[in-house]
């Protein structure tokens, strides 16, 4: 996928969220990897790199943006 497809899919995933928090999240994740100020320490490569290892093999799973939503507002909810 091309920079300009992925940044328009980006922008039609973010227009479609209408929960504050997960805007607030996404818009947190956003400002710091285009903040010049943001720099990766060696642990958070690491810590990276070892959750993308147990990701794929199997170990760990993803999960979809609606079950992302429902986990937070269960413990927002305690």
Do not use: C, F, P
Not at 13 to 40: F, G
């Amino acid at each position: 996928m091309t920079r300009t497809t992925l940044k328009k899919n980006i922008h039609k995933a973010v227009d479609s969220i209408n929960d504050d928090l997960v805007l607030e999240a996404v818009y947190t994740l956003l400002s710091r990897v285009s903040s010049d100020v943001q720099e990766w320490t060696d642990e958070d490569i690491r810590i990276v790199e070892e959750r993308r290892a147990a990701y794929l093999s199997g170990k760990d799973k993803g999960m979809s943006i609606s079950e992302a939503k429902r986990r937070l507002r269960k413990k927002l909810s305690k």
